[in-house]
Structure formats: C-alpha cells, structure tokens
T-cell receptor
Framework: GAVVSQHPSRVICKSGTSVKIECRSL??????MFWYRQFPKKSLMLMAT?????????EQGVEKDKFLINHASLTLSTLTVTSAHPEDSSFYIC?????????????FGSGTRLTVV | AQSVTQLGSHVSVSEGALVLLRCNYS??????LFWYVQYPNQGLQLLLK??????LVKGINGFEAEFKKSETSFHLTKPSAHMSDAAEYFC??????????FGKGNQVVVIP
C-alpha cells in the first residue's frame, strides 16, 4: 500500500536556528502534500497544501515566511521552520495524496516531534 | 470551512464491550469521510473511508462505520473492544481543494 516516510522523527534545535523536515512518498507519486501541526492532546491543524511544482497554499494565520514549504518533485516535500522559537515546538505531520488517491485515502507520515530550546 | 464534531474527548470502554465513536459533520454536499487511528508519537493510520456506494463501510481491526446522509453522521463502531484498541481516533472529512478537516479526536481507553 501507499507509504509516506517522514524524517526526522525527533529533532531538538536551538532557538533562532532553522530545521528542515522531509516527507517522501515511497511507492506512489504525491501530486499533493499537506502539512499539519498537532498540539498536545489536540487535533491536527492544517498549515498548508502544496502541489508539485507550485507554490504552497497556506491556511489563514500560518506565516509562510516562517514555515517554508517546497514540493519540487512528485515524491518529496519539505517543511523548513525558520528562526525557530520555543512556541514552534510541536508535532508536525505530513500527508500525501496521489492524483487518483481515493482508493488509498490520504497517507500520513509518522510525524516529527520538534523541540526548540 | 467544514466542521467535524466528535463528542467526548475521552471514551472508556471495557474489554469485550462495544466501541462507539460518534462523528457528525456540517456540509450541504456529502463529503468523503474517513476515520483514522493514532498511536502515541506516530502518524495517522487509515481505519476506513467512505467515498461512494454502500453506506456501511468495513475497515481494519474489526471496525466499521455507517454513513447516514440524513443525519450528517459517520459513527465508528467495533463490536468487541480489545486492549490494542487503546489509541486516539480522528474523524475527518474532505472540503475545498481536497483538504481534510479533522474532529478533535477521541482518546479511547480500554479497561481490562
């Protein structure tokens, strides 16, 4: 079945530095990828949607200059948290969808626990 | 935007008892509907989905859900809870541009 690999699974960084999170679709072409943020004991909040080769579409209230999303190929999307601050600490999850993906639904990565110290 | 309601953040169920998780959505156009399960510090795993056709959908691990358009509901059930069912469960529905809106989730606790 459809598999999405996300890494790193955990990362600790210093305040002010940048962190890159990768999301790869291993056995299908992900025409669309989604990035979510999940706060403790909370639901998933959609941050942005990216289509291969296009600029990402950000949800209201999400700073696009802070959360840089790149979807340069059909199998790879990256989220870069720039100038990270402790309030950016969270669980980030990517999801990938193929063009005709309702057969598989939306496939999620295993998530990245970001801690900014 | 789409709204998804899951009542009861924590649901306790005895081992062997029925698991029932309720999901209601707000949309005049029937969306596609999903149930996902999440274990601690992991991503989401698809349990089942409804797109078209038969309204009673069977998923993995003995779960099933029924789409009821008139009630705008997609409740998840399992006849007999197992200890391994302890996890967080999310209902999700599609809306504009194939995005997913999630409910707040149900933390299921299985009591031996």
């Amino acid at each position: 079945g459809a598999v999405v690999s996300q890494h790193p699974s955990r990362v600790i960084c210093k305040s002010g530095t940048s962190v890159k999170i990768e999301c790869r679709s291993l056995d299908f072409q992900a025409t669309t990828m989604f990035w979510y943020r999940q706060f403790p004991k909370k639901s998933l909040m959609l941050m942005a949607t990216s289509n291969e080769g296009s600029k990402a579409t950000y949800e209201q209230g999400v700073e696009k200059d802070k959360f840089l999303i790149n979807h340069a190929s059909l199998t790879l999307s990256t989220l870069t948290v720039t100038s990270a601050h402790p309030e950016d600490s969270s669980f980030y999850i990517c999801s990938a969808r193929a063009r005709d993906s309702l057969l598989h639904g939306y496939t999620f990565g295993s998530g990245t626990r970001l801690t900014v110290v | 935007a789409q709204s998804v309601t899951q009542l009861g953040s924590h649901v306790s169920v005895s081992e062997g008892a029925l698991v029932l998780l309720r999901c209601n959505y707000s949309s005049s156009v029937p969306p596609y509907l999903f149930w996902y399960v999440q274990y601690p510090n992991q991503g989401l795993q698809l349990l089942l989905k409804y797109t078209t056709g038969a309204t009673l959908v069977k998923g993995i691990n003995g779960f099933e859900a029924e789409f009821k358009k008139s009630e705008t509901s997609f409740h998840l059930t399992k006849p007999s809870a197992h200890m391994s069912d302890a996890a967080e469960y999310f209902c999700a529905v599609t809306y504009g541009n194939n995005r997913l809106a999630f409910g707040k989730g149900n933390q299921v606790v299985v009591i031996p």
